[in-house]
């Protein structure tokens, strides 16, 4: 199924300003995406409501590890300052077209992905439900240390070129 889709997209149809990578690391990128989108599927499947006991020690294992790599995924004052240079950083190494945060209500947010490199081909061949975005995990990662609080998982809406994900605090957590 991936491979049928895969094949019948076209270069053309790259978003524009996204880059175009080898074949061999766009195939290496295809199998993390479906990784993700798999673990994510099997933990909510098995565990129900449950899954939500994972949030806080993987997020905080995503920013850990992008710390240890040196990657400041908060760098900034204030969380728009922070999110503009996340978005900055996703769509300077061509990986979206446009990543913008939107303010929905107080500690909580839209992002809004289009034009990802992927999302063509995976979104198409998977049809993915019940996960999240890769760039949204990390925006939940990001957010709650902003706030020193929870975030709720949510699932993404998967799109034909991006995604949109809402991301809140969660109310009552220090």
Avoid: W
């Avoid at 922070?82 to 939107?102: H, P, S």
């Avoid at 990802?116 to 061949?125: E, F, G, S």
């Avoid at 799109?159 to 605090?169: A, K, N, R």
């Amino acid at each position: 199924m991936l491979h049928d889709a895969y094949n019948q997209h076209s270069r053309s149809h790259e978003p524009v300003g996204v880059q175009v990578m080898s074949e061999d690391r766009l195939k290496a990128e295809l199998l993390f995406h479906i990784l993700l989108f798999a673990y994510q599927k099997v933990v909510r499947d098995i565990l129900g409501s449950g899954s939500q006991t994972f949030v806080r020690p993987t997020l905080d294992a995503i920013k850990k590890a992008a710390e240890a790599l040196g990657v400041d995924i908060t760098k900034g004052t204030t969380v728009d300052e922070v999110f503009e240079n996340y978005t900055k950083m996703l769509q300077n190494a061509g990986l979206v077209k446009e990543a913008r945060l939107e303010k929905v209500g107080p500690e909580k947010y839209v992002l809004h992905i289009n034009g990802c490199t992927y999302a063509k081909r995976v979104h198409a061949a998977l049809k993915p439900k019940d996960s999240t975005c890769r760039y949204a995990l990390i925006a939940m990662a990001i957010l709650g240390d902003m706030y020193g609080k929870e975030v709720k998982i949510v699932n993404s809406t998967f799109l034909e070129e991006g995604t949109e994900t809402s991301i809140e605090c969660q109310s009552g957590q220090e």
